[in-house]
T-cell receptor, first 116, second 110 residues
Framework: NAGVTQTPKFQVLKTGQSMTLQCAQD?????MSWYRQDPGMGLRLIHY???????DQGEVPNGYNVSRSTTEDFPLRLLSAAPSQTSVYFC???????????????FGPGTRLTVL | DAKTTQPTSMDCAEGRAANLPCNHS???????VYWYRQIHSQGPQYIIH???NNETNEMASLIITEDRKSSTLILPHTTLRDTAVYYC???????????FGAGTRLTVKP
């Protein structure tokens, strides 16, 4: 298994540009999520999905859109990038929800995004 | 806001045990304590979690106080590769939101 993969690894955007960060997992996990991590801080939840066709907002959803058309993929879209979105973005997946051994979250390697 | 309080940083000598404390005084009955770590700039890695009882796996032990208001992560024999930021997270059953605080930066020294 490749686990959780993210592309691209690095990206530089200009203010106002749009882009999609890709996330895929091959573990047949139902739950997927996106986090951002700013320098010196912990991760903050942007959006999450409990299964194909179902998404919901996390702690910091503004400026980001998501969709979940398949179990494997969970792309994150920035419609109009702003310098405040400069961060490292991590995608994660787990088999199930909290409370059991199935909810261990597996994280991807991250995408480092700079918005000028 | 994160529901946990951890020291900002700790040092440990290589080969010795590292005991990382975490306060979660507002934890409620159905909330679990999770520990993750983040090595350099990689994605966080799951270590262990527990509800009430102490837990042990191949990576670490988790000691939860009887009142559940605090816990300690024990890394029994540290190596230089254990240098990382360690996050203590409180998470409810079926709660999708994992709130990462700033964590404890553990430095294992030779």
């Amino acid at each position: 298994n490749a686990g959780v993969t993210q592309t691209p690894k690095f990206q530089v955007l200009k203010t106002g540009q749009s882009m999609t960060l890709q996330c895929a997992q091959d573990m047949n996990h139902e739950y997927m999520s996106w986090y951002r991590q700013d320098p010196g801080m912990g991760l903050r939840l942007i959006h999450y999905s409990v299964g194909a066709g179902i998404t919901d907002q996390g702690e910091v959803p503004n400026g980001y859109n998501v969709s979940r058309s398949t179990t494997e993929d969970f792309p994150l879209r920035l419609l109009s990038a702003a310098p405040s979105q400069t961060s490292v973005y991590f995608c994660a997946s787990s088999l199930g929800l909290a409370g059991g051994t199935t909810d261990t979250q597996y994280f991807g390697p991250g995408t480092r995004l700079t918005v000028l | 806001d994160a529901k946990t309080t951890q020291p900002t940083s700790m040092d440990c000598a290589e080969g010795r045990a590292a005991n990382l404390p975490c306060n979660h005084s507002t934890i409620s009955g159905n909330e679990y304590v999770y520990w993750y770590r983040q090595i350099h700039s990689q994605g966080p890695q799951y270590i262990i979690h527990g509800l009430k009882n102490n837990e042990t796996n191949e990576m670490a032990s988790l000691i939860i106080t009887e009142d559940r208001k605090s816990s300690t992560l024990i890394l029994p024999h540290t190596t230089l590769r254990d240098t990382a930021v360690y996050y203590c997270i409180v998470r409810g059953y079926n709660n999708n939101d994992m709130r990462f605080g700033a964590g404890t930066r553990l430095t294992v020294k030779p």
